[in-house]
Nanobody, 127 residues
């Protein structure tokens, strides 16, 4: 069992930056990779980025590559998502999710592979 708690969302002007954090707890945390998704009402969750705790490999959606950066602090059980050059279309609820047994981009990009997720943190970008 893994519990995830996101933080760091808020209101920011276009062109600004935010740093989201996801703190994980649970006895089998090291067995999971962590991904960030975002979702707006009525839309499917969109994969953004993921990090594998075994080896530290990172994976990104093409739509955010170069603007968003995922990183992890294993000793603090924390995964960050740095958002830069934000635009109004980045306004969404951002969720941290945990997947087990994933290897490679195709696996981490599939929302159905994730078995735990947090409550989300809202990011609002004003124009």
């Amino acid at each position: 069992q893994v519990q995830l708690v996101e933080s760091g969302g808020g209101l920011v002007q276009a062109g600004g930056s935010l740093r989201l954090s996801c703190v994980a707890s649970g006895s089998t945390f090291s067995d999971y990779g962590t991904g960030w998704f975002r979702q707006a009402p009525g839309r499917e969750r969109e994969f953004l980025a993921a990090i594998s705790w075994s080896g530290g490999s990172t994976y990104y959606a093409d739509s955010v590559k170069g603007r968003f950066t995922i990183s992890g602090e294993y000793d603090k059980r924390t995964v960050h998502l740095q958002l830069t050059n934000l635009a109004p279309e980045d306004t969404d609820d951002y969720l941290c999710e945990a997947a087990m047994g994933c290897t490679g981009w195709e696996c981490y990009a599939q929302e159905g592979r994730y078995v735990y997720w947090g409550q989300g943190t809202q990011v609002t970008v004003s124009s």
